[in-house]
């Protein structure tokens, strides 16, 4: 079963945040926990409460990949609540930590891609997306034939290649 950390920087489905959401209404509120409540919430459309409880433990997150993240969701969720004046300073913290996580980076800049085309940034907004479909084309080839040949390394050289292709200029 995956830790808390895990789970908090995972992808979330739905179903997942279905699931989580009853188990992390109660008990001790580790950072861990807020966030991935939070990023709950954004499933069932609760975008302000989402909102609230991300940029509450944004300031408190040491951790790079944490923070990116929240970021990312942070990111995402300026999109629904029309906060365009935070957008810049969101997609710096999550550009700058999600390259530790390439399918973060990917959900980064499908996030980036939504919040341009709303900001009528269309050519950039292609870019990104772009981007982000080449990241997960990347990662579900790679673990296909990685799968295929029994070599976990084909995996870890498409990762490294993918990370240096999304962060070029």
């Known amino acids: 079963m995956p830790t808390l950390r ?15 959401l009853p188990l992390l209404s109660s ?5 861990e926990r807020r966030v991935l409540r939070a990023r709950c919430l954004k499933y069932f459309e609760s975008f302000d409460l989402a909102w609230a409880e991300l940029n509450e433990v944004l300031p408190q997150i040491k951790e790079p990949l944490l923070e990116a ?8 969720l300026s999109y629904y609540l029309v906060r365009r004046d935070e957008t810049p300073k969101l997609a710096a913290i999550a550009q700058k930590h999600a390259a530790g996580d390439p399918l973060m980076l990917a ?3 499908l996030g980036n891609s939504t919040v341009l085309t709303a900001q009528n940034e269309i050519t950039s907004a292609l870019q990104s997306a772009r981007r982000a479909e080449d990241a997960l084309l990347t990662i579900q080839g790679a673990l296909v034939l990685a799968r295929a040949r029994n070599d976990a390394g084909i995996f870890r050289r498409a990762l490294s290649d993918l990370t240096a292709r999304l962060l070029a200029p």
Do not use: H
């Open 6 to 20: 895990e789970q908090a920087l995972a992808p979330l489905s739905r179903a997942d945040a279905e699931r989580l």
């Open 27 to 31: 008990g001790r509120q580790t950072l």
């Open 69 to 76: 993240r929240v970021a990312v969701d942070l990111l995402q």
């Open 107 to 109: 959900e980064f800049y």
